[in-house]
């Protein structure tokens, strides 16, 4: 992937102190009408025309901006790599960044980033808009001006963490889930509270935000497996379609997303397909369908049996970051032991231990 850094933009008058990094993936946000009323991505070097009052911030705003931009459907680990080395490479150059991305992937690069950039200690926020900036209703405004300020650390409040802000909340990005397709508030994170919430004020929720401890340097990863899948389990669900799955090709992880607090099938066959991935060193996680709640592997007979098989207990992961975080592993580990102890664990508040 390439992308433009010709297009910086300063905002402010005189020299502010704080000095924010935007790096435009694509999205709903950047886009305009064509003469066919499609909607296309704008050059986003023209950002302050479509949102003159930027100028109003008093921040020292630089964009980067995908060559390409594309709409998070096409997002792949390759793109979250890059927007990864983005930030290393000016990590000391900024106080925050503002990634803008399409809502539809967004947790998962959310997620995602919050892997690869461990031990972080400056604000990375995630958001986009569910209407064009070009749309007089949109909410491509508010989002972007309050992320702005949020990445900022003005004020004396510092998120060092990566963070979706959508519809004036703010939420650990690897516990946001986009649930939402029309109205404007389009995630949640239903298994962690809001860190913060934007009104007439920005009011944070000091108490849950995560504190880094002492001045540890960033450390980067940037290895993601993606031969992983992802199994949902339905009523009905038939010995070939689960043998389909896991009988894919190079095949080194899946992700089951099971009943309630972690529950599946009894039914013998269910146990051979598993018992035979096993074998064959696949590792398996459960993580429910529930968007709230949290598997615990025993607390019935349905989800027992899973323990025997090694199938690794999923805790309150979303599926967005149990699949990052999977994919992460993988990248790095060949260890069953080593992998699921690594799962497991949280790294930076993705799941909570009981
Ligand atoms: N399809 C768009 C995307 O995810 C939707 C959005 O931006 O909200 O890129």
């Not at 069953?336 to 690594?342: E, N, T």
């Amino acid at each position: 992937m390439h992308y433009k850094k010709d297009n910086i933009i300063t905002s402010a008058k005189n020299a502010p102190d704080s000095s924010v990094l935007i790096i435009y993936t694509g999205g709903t946000l950047g886009m305009v009408h064509d003469s066919s009323g499609a909607l296309i991505p704008f050059d986003f070097a023209s950002i302050l025309d479509h949102v003159p009052s930027l100028r109003l911030l008093e921040l020292n705003l630089t964009v980067i901006a995908f060559e390409n931009p594309i709409d998070s459907s096409d997002i792949t680990p390759t793109d979250w790599i890059e927007v990864g080395h983005i930030i290393k490479e000016n990590y000391d150059d900024f106080d925050g960044f503002v990634v803008l991305h399409g809502t539809d992937t967004m947790a998962f690069t959310a997620s995602a980033m919050s892997f690869m950039l461990e031990n972080l200690q400056k604000p990375v926020i995630f958001t986009g808009a569910q209407l064009p900036i070009s749309s007089l209703r949109s909410d491509a405004r508010e989002n972007l001006i309050t992320a702005l300020e949020i990445a900022s650390g003005r004020g004396g409040t510092v998120v060092p963490e990566v963070c979706v802000y959508f519809d004036y909340v703010l939420l650990r990005g690897n516990r946001s889930k986009k649930v939402e397709s029309l109205h404007f508030d389009a995630f949640e994170s239903e298994n962690y509270p809001v860190l913060a919430e934007s009104g007439v004020v920005i009011n944070y929720n000091q108490a849950v935000i995560h504190k880094p401890e002492g001045d540890i340097p960033l450390v980067f990863h940037e290895s993601f497996d993606n031969n992983v899948a992802i199994l949902k389990l339905y009523p009905g669900i038939s010995r070939k379609a689960v043998e389909a799955v896991f009988g894919i090709e190079g095949l080194r992880g899946v992700i089951m997303e099971t009943f309630g607090s972690g529950n599946a099938p009894t039914v013998s066959w269910f146990k051979e397909v598993l018992e035979d991935a096993r074998n064959k060193g696949i590792v398996i996680v459960n993580v429910s369908q529930c968007p709230g709640g949290r598997v615990l592997q025993g607390r019935y007979g349905t989800s027992k049996q899973l323990e025997a098989l090694n199938v690794i207990e999923g805790a309150d992961l979303t599926l967005e970051a149990a699949l990052s975080k999977l994919m992460m592993i993988l990248g790095e580990e060949e260890d069953f032991k080593v992998i699921r102890k690594r799962f497991i664990e949280p790294i930076c508040g993705e799941l909570s231990l009981n």
